[in-house]
Each structure stands twice: as C-alpha cells, then as structure tokens.
C-alpha cells in the first residue's frame, strides 16, 4: 500500500492533534505548534532529542523533517515517519488576553530548510559525529 505525501502529511497532523492538550489546541494561532522534542528511530529505537528550531515547519503547522542530537552523532534531516515521538513541547508565537508572547525558540535554521525543500530541493540526511574531546 502506497501512501501520498499529502496523505502523510495528514496522518501527521491528525497524530499531533491527538497529542496535544485540548487546553493547548483551544490556544493554538498561527504560528503557535507542537514539536517533537525526544524521539526515537523505529528501525533501532535508539533515542535523542530534537535540536530546537531546526525542523521544517509548513504553513499549516506541520513538521516533516527533524535535526536529533545522539549520544555520538547528529543526525540532520530525519523525515519524520522514520521517528518515534516520545516527548512533544508546544511552541511559538500565541496571543493571550490581547497579548502577544514572545517566540522563545528561534526557527531560522527550520524555516531556511523548510524554504528550500519547498523550492524543490531534496533534504538529504546525514549524520556528523560530536567530537570526543567536547563533554
């Protein structure tokens, strides 16, 4: 069985949606979305963290690509239908009593990947190893 990535992207989303709090989901405005933050790889189950900021984020709040940092390694570009998520945290911009909170994770990196995947360009995954000598 074949699935779309229009289709994915919605099985995604659907998934998220059932993670988040319904307190949280009443908040949601634009910009204001859930993110992995520990996952997991399926095929191994090994586990790391998400490096904030750096995933892709769609229009429509959803993510299809995470930076993880391991015990030994970063992986960049992991698609996320490679990943188990164990953790999500709710983030972004969200108004509150005429209030705009202010953004507390900086999404540079995340929204220049998500421009150029859009732009036509494959995400490739790669994994550069952490230095020995750095604790």
């Given at each position: 069985?074949?699935?779309?990535?229009a289709?994915?992207r919605e099985?995604?989303?659907?998934e998220?949606?059932?993670?988040?709090?319904?307190?949280?989901?009443e908040?949601?405005?634009?910009?204001?979305?859930?993110?992995?933050?520990?996952?997991g790889?399926?095929?191994?189950g090994?586990?790391?963290?998400?490096?904030?900021?750096?995933?892709?984020?769609?229009?429509?709040?959803?993510?299809?690509?995470?930076?993880?940092?391991?015990d030994n390694?970063?992986e960049?570009?992991?698609?996320?239908?490679?990943?188990?998520?164990?953790?999500?945290?709710?983030h972004?911009?969200?108004?509150?009593?005429?209030?705009?909170?202010?953004?507390?994770?900086d999404?540079?990196?995340?929204?220049?990947?998500?421009k150029?995947?859009l732009?036509?360009?494959?995400?490739?995954?790669?994994s550069?190893?952490?230095?020995?000598?750095?604790?």
């Amino acid at each position: 069985m074949r699935i779309t990535k229009a289709r994915l992207r919605e099985i995604i989303k659907e998934e998220l949606r059932a993670m988040t709090p319904p307190e949280v989901q009443e908040e949601k405005t634009p910009g204001f979305h859930a993110c992995a933050a520990h996952v997991g790889i399926k095929e191994t189950g090994e586990r790391g963290w998400v490096i904030p900021g750096t995933h892709t984020l769609l229009e429509d709040g959803s993510v299809t690509h995470y930076d993880v940092e391991f015990d030994n390694r970063i992986e960049e570009n992991i698609p996320i239908e490679e990943l188990e998520i164990h953790e999500i945290h709710n983030h972004g911009k969200r108004e509150k009593d005429d209030e705009e909170l202010e953004e507390t994770v900086d999404h540079t990196v995340g929204l220049e990947k998500t421009k150029r995947m859009l732009e036509g360009e494959t995400l490739v995954r790669r994994s550069i190893p952490k230095s020995p000598y750095k604790q």
